[in-house]
């Protein structure tokens, strides 16, 4: 069956310092991968998608990069945190079939 | 360019009464809709989906929408609300060949004893 696995739970991260996201699928093969952000009541917004390994497409210009090393790992990363950069991120995968599957997210707080 | 736009933030009910939950679409092309809900901490999970195939779509949890086009509409319905129902419900809508879905700000559904 397919999984998806998103790790930390929590972080409290101080600004200034560099963060790493990292999420993982099973189960399946070449999924789409996404990286949304929610921040209070501004509902989800979509950071970045790769539909293969190596290919990333950024939606929104910020303090925040992705990188897919391997095809079922997308990872999340920041040089430098920012304060606005606090928020729920959560990961996601489709398959090509409409429907995306999220994982349990991360909530970061960035001090 | 497509958009949704979920009225009102936050809605109250009733443990047994109707669940309304109101979204609105705009796509340049028959669109994809779907409704999700999360719980507290956690992620998305897919309630239902609207591809086409027929206007009224049952989802999981007793949980049912219709696609309206000439309203652009597909608000999600469920007759009798549960204390478990509590959760933020989030309309999102895809199209053409980029179905990626654009969601909406989400709508907090709280359920009164």
């Known amino acids: 069956s397919q999984t998806i696995h998103q790790w930390p739970a929590t972080l409290v991260q101080p600004v200034g310092s560099p963060l790493s996201l990292e999420c993982t699928v099973e189960?399946?093969?070449?999924?789409?991968l996404y990286w949304y952000r929610q921040a209070a009541g501004r509902g989800l917004q979509l950071l970045f998608y790769?539909?293969?390994?190596?290919?990333i497409s950024s939606e929104v210009p910020q303090n925040l990069s992705a990188s897919r090393p391997q095809d079922r790992q997308f990872i999340l990363s920041s040089k430098k945190l920012l304060l606005s950069d606090s928020g729920f991120y959560l990961c996601?995968?489709?398959?090509?079939?409409?429907?995306?599957?999220f994982g349990s997210g991360t909530q970061l707080s960035v001090l | 360019a497509q958009s949704v736009t979920q009225l009102g933030s936050h809605v109250s009910v009733s443990e047994g009464a109707l669940v309304l939950l109101r979204c609105n679409y705009s796509s340049s092309v028959p669109p994809y809709l779907f409704w999700y809900v999360q719980y507290p901490n956690q992620g998305l999970q897919l309630l239902l989906k609207?591809?086409?195939?027929?206007?009224l779509v049952k989802g999981i949890n007793g949980f049912e929408a219709e696609f309206k086009k000439s309203e652009t509409s597909f608000h999600l319905t469920k007759p009798s609300a549960h204390m478990s129902d509590a959760a933020e419900y989030f309309c999102a809508v895809g199209s053409g060949g980029s179905y990626i879905p654009t969601f909406g700000r989400g709508t907090s559904l709280i359920v009164h004893p």
């Open positions: 609207y591809t086409s195939a027929a206007t």
């Open positions: 189960g399946t093969s070449n999924p789409n």
């Open positions: 790769s539909v293969g390994i190596g290919q």
């Open positions: 996601a995968y489709d398959v090509g079939n409409e429907k995306l599957f």
